[in-house]
Nanobody, 128 residues
Framework: EVQLVESGGGLVQAGGSLRLSCAASGFDFDDYVIGWFRQAPGQEREGVSCLSISDGFARYADSVKGRFTISSDNAKNTVYLQMNSLKPEDTSVYYC?????????????????????WGKGTLVTVSS
């Protein structure tokens, strides 16, 4: 059974940092792309970052470039999202998602994830 479990969310002041974790199980981690998406109330889900586990290639949304870093610990089947210089507009529920890797559309687009393996999310709240 495929499972993705996010953790690390919480309340932080603007300018602060958080590190989110996505613990994966039930699939061959090395062959997958892991994405981080976020969704604020009343807004569409937005791709934040994604990582090809096989080659380490990462993508970032323009809104988080230079502030967020995605990484993985392949021994632990876990992907991290280090979030620095947080802003109130980063407040959202953050989800991780997994897809067996293929080349075509961007992994920052939700349509890329045809396998539909999503975690349940972790809430990040940034106060001003």
């Amino acid at each position: 059974e495929v499972q993705l479990v996010e953790s690390g969310g919480g309340l932080v002041q603007a300018g602060g940092s958080l590190r989110l974790s996505c613990a994966a199980s039930g699939f061959d981690f090395d062959d997958y792309v892991i994405g981080w998406f976020r969704q604020a109330p009343g807004q569409e889900r937005e791709g934040v970052s994604c990582l090809s586990i096989s080659d380490g290639f990462a993508r970032y949304a323009d809104s988080v470039k230079g502030r967020f870093t995605i990484s993985s610990d392949n021994a632990k089947n876990t992907v991290y999202l280090q979030m620095n210089s947080l802003k109130p507009e980063d407040t959202s529920v953050y989800y991780c998602v997994a897809q067996d890797e293929y080349y075509g559309s961007s992994c920052l687009q939700s349509q890329y994830y045809t396998s539909d393996y999503w975690g349940k999310g972790t809430l990040v709240t940034v106060s001003s």
